[in-house]
């Protein structure tokens, strides 16, 4: 009976759906997270009568035939790429990107990954640095003399030095943006890599045309929300629940069979 | 012998509740699917030459199942926030191109831009406009907007649209499997449905009425395997009788 192969691959879809959905609660604070969302498809059918063919009694026409589905795959996991809400930090190394646009990062394999989390610092070298220490790039460098810096909205960074009245730019931010954005791979650590699924990397000053804008002293939360996700928990489980009691079903079926003697 | 109708009879009764089974766990399973439609099976009373003619009644009719009966009812909408996610609110079909270049139609909206800027399926299928050709839009352009009407407008210039096709008979189609139909020969006509950005159609399996169907399917089918058993009893009756 196929029935028991179908449902296994209906608890399978609902299992990845439980996985899909608790990674977005358990990111539900991560700065800059995207929440996911798992795609589901049917799968092949298999043609027991063609539509047209007759039936062997009477010789009339079968309008429709019969299709038997058997069950269901993830087809994707993909990623929400909405606008997290964005929340003051007072920090002003935070930036938030309002809008498309990831911030470029070093990598130490020499990669640029891509982020959203904007939460940065500046490390012993007067380097701006993820929370991770990669640097951001393109690289800059804060003099130490520095007292304070200021962040515009289209990346312009000027600290004022000590004693100084007029601010000094010592670097300006530029943020790449995808055609697909929900194609970057995701690499943990809030990072992002570029696939052939998202595109390449199309780097500009924030503020340009199709890019985000800087806010310093914001940070973007994550876009998961919390009731949307535990109501999909509900539905996912209760599909599971329905899967299984198809197995349970089935399962008297064919020991009703087997009593036979 | 009027016991071997009886067999058949039950045997081919529980051939089809298996199949309708197999019907009920694959609507349960996909009740999860974008743009699923549920399937259903079109029993009918079938003429039949008895298993066993001699001295037995003439007027046996066994089920057959001659058919699927699909519904093509509307499936929930619901909002993704997805700006590139779309929904058919009534009939018809998004237009995609198959893998062989053929003509494939779904009710899955779930789109998104290629590497090149063509609108691609969840399978990187093209989706198609009315005319028949892919959809580019501009990779660096502003998040498109997309009306009710399937025209795809980028910072207010229509840029393409996306073609929905309507059926006669949309039951009829195929499904080949990966939330794809086959039109199977069947002309599209002119669609009549709403596009909704944002959002996409969930699937139409209505899990009470399956579970019920289910309970039901397997309560006859240990009815039909009575039937059988109690022929075999009675046959068995009979050879232990007559053989004394």
Known sequence: MRALSIAASGMQAQQTNVDVISHNIANMNTTGYKRQRAEFQDMLYQNIERPGSTSSASGAILPMGIQLGVGVQTDAVGRITSQGSITVSDNPYDVAISGRGYLQIALPSGQTGYTRAGNLAVNGDGSIVTSDGYLLEPSITVPAEATGIQITRDGVVEVTMQGQVEPQQIGQIEIATFINPPGLEAIGDNLFLETPASGAPNTSTPGSPGFGTIMQGFLELSNVNAVEEISSLIVAQRAYEMNARVITAADEMLQSTTQLR | ?244
Do not use: C
């Open chain 2, 1 to 244: 012998m009027a016991m071997d109708n009886a067999l058949m009879l039950g045997l081919q009764t529980q051939r089809v509740l298996q199949r309708r089974m197999d019907i009920a766990a694959n609507n349960l399973a996909n009740v999860a699917t974008t743009g699923f439609k549920a399937d259903g099976i079109w029993l009918q009373e079938a003429d039949s030459t008895n298993a066993h003619a001699e001295e037995a009644p003439t007027n046996i009719r066994f089920v057959r199942d001659m058919g699927l009966v699909r519904n093509m009812q509307q499936g929930p909408i619901a909002m993704t926030g997805n700006p590139l996610d779309v929904a058919i609110e009534g009939e018809g079909f998004f237009m995609v191109q198959g893998p062989n270049g053929q003509t494939l139609y779904t009710r899955d909206g779930a789109f998104s831009l290629a590497g090149d800027g063509r609108l691609v399926t969840s399978d990187g299928y093209p989706v198609l406009s009315g005319g028949g050709a892919p959809i580019v839009l501009d990779p660096q352009g502003e998040t498109p907007s997309i009306g009710r009407d399937g025209a795809i407008r980028v910072a207010g210039v229509e840029a393409g649209r996306i073609g929905v096709a309507s059926f006669a008979a949309p039951a009829a189609l195929q499904k080949v499997g990966d939330n794809l139909w086959d039109a199977e020969g069947q002309r599209a006509g002119e669609f009549e449905g709403v596009v909704v950005q944002g959002a996409l159609e969930g699937s139409n399996v209505r899990p009470v009425v399956e579970l019920t169907r289910l309970i039901e399917i397997s309560r006859a089918y240990q009815s039909a395997a009575k039937i059988v058993s109690n022929t075999d009893d009675l046959r068995q009756r009979a050879i232990q009788q007559l053989g004394r």
